[in-house]
């Protein structure tokens, strides 16, 4: 049995780059000190200025990374997905990745050692929070060592593991081909979402017929090229939704034809609609 008394949180409360003559911890250290950690569960709190770029990297534990404030964009492999606030993303031991900041970002983390919870995913996805999960998270980082076993300290950890045990996947990741072909479809929707370029219009740039695009894509993605591109609108949609853009301006700017239109998709693929779902 886990003796949770041994299992202190270690805690980076978060860097403030406001304050004068505060940085944000180098990575490399950072990396060093969560890998270290000798104890099942560690947490760490760090905030990050808009636009930061956490370069690719990876750890020896389990990671559960979770924003309260802003959005991450996070690439690992031939994976990309975008994770707004109030949601998080399970990074197993060993996947390397890099995380984009979409505004300022308020990351809070758990780590877990792999050899002691075998039963956590083994796949990186996108996943829920719960409100109970979220202030659980919250208080860890607050938590010093040593603690006792039979304590709150100990309970708020155990608790957590079993949280993570029963995080709902969520819609929202974007495969990314490894075919230059379609690869060159892919960059330029992301780079000109609205771009409204056919099938017949690709497959004239590309001198590939459309039967052979729609075979590449459902190969390379698991999508179709009007699947695809429409995952990649909404999911650019969640970014500039979240730094504040009117509903009516992203809905022209991703190519739709009207806001209702884009509140119609946006619901039936998330759930609810955009002015709901950063509530």
Known sequence: ML????????????????KKGIIIKPLQEFLLEMDEVAWAVCSSATDYPENWFIEPHSHAKHQLIYAIEGVMVVHSGLNQWTVPPSRGIWMPSGHVH???????????????????FPQLPGE??????????SELIKTS?????????DTREARILRLIVDELTLLPTLPLHLPQPADPRIGAICSTLQTDPGDGSTLADWSARLNLDEKTIQRLFHKETGMTFGQWRQQARLLLALERIAVGEKIIDVA?????????????MFKKQFGKTPSHFFK
């Open 252 to 264: 022209g700017a991703l190519g739709y034809d009207s806001p209702s239109a884009f509140t119609t």
């Open 3 to 18: 003796d949770f008394s041994k299992l202190p949180v270690s805690r980076d409360p978060g860097d403030n780059y406001r």
């Open 124 to 133: 990186t996805r996108a996943v829920s929070i719960s409100a109970l999960l």
């Open 141 to 149: 980082v607050t938590i010093a060592a040593p603690i006792d076993a």
């Open 98 to 116: 890099s995380i984009r900041c979409v505004g300022a970002l308020k990351m809070r983390s758990v780590f877990v050692r792999p050899d002691q």
